[in-house]
């Protein structure tokens, strides 16, 4: 009895040779999924498209930013003038109590000068 061999040729699988792990068999690029296998223009594409994008809705969101610190700013200044216009009414009321005191205590050293 003649054993004869063939030549071995290299394994179709990749293995550690240990029992319990599993082949790896060498990626099939036809199974790959569909996004790894869009044309390298069309990917431009998308990056392009989603880039407008990007740029439009930042644009909204300056916008919307610019109104909200106009609105803000105006309610600022709203509240500084009234602020003001308190202080000056208030300023007003004690120079007029003031005056009102200076009137009545000359009215009164004229009665009592009067007197004598």
Known sequence: ?????????????????KAWKIAKKP????MMSKTLSKSWAKRQQERIDKSSTRLAEQELQAEKK??????????IERRKKAAEKEAKEKYDREMS????????????????HAKH
């Open 1 to 17: 009895m003649s054993t004869t061999t063939a030549p071995k040729s290299a394994p179709l699988t990749r293995v550690s040779g």
């Open 27 to 30: 990626t099939n690029r036809t």
């Open 66 to 75: 610019a109104e909200k610190d106009a609105h803000r700013n105006k309610i």
């Open 97 to 112: 109590a003031r005056k009102r005191m200076r009137m009545k205590r000359k009215e009164l050293k004229a009665r009592a």
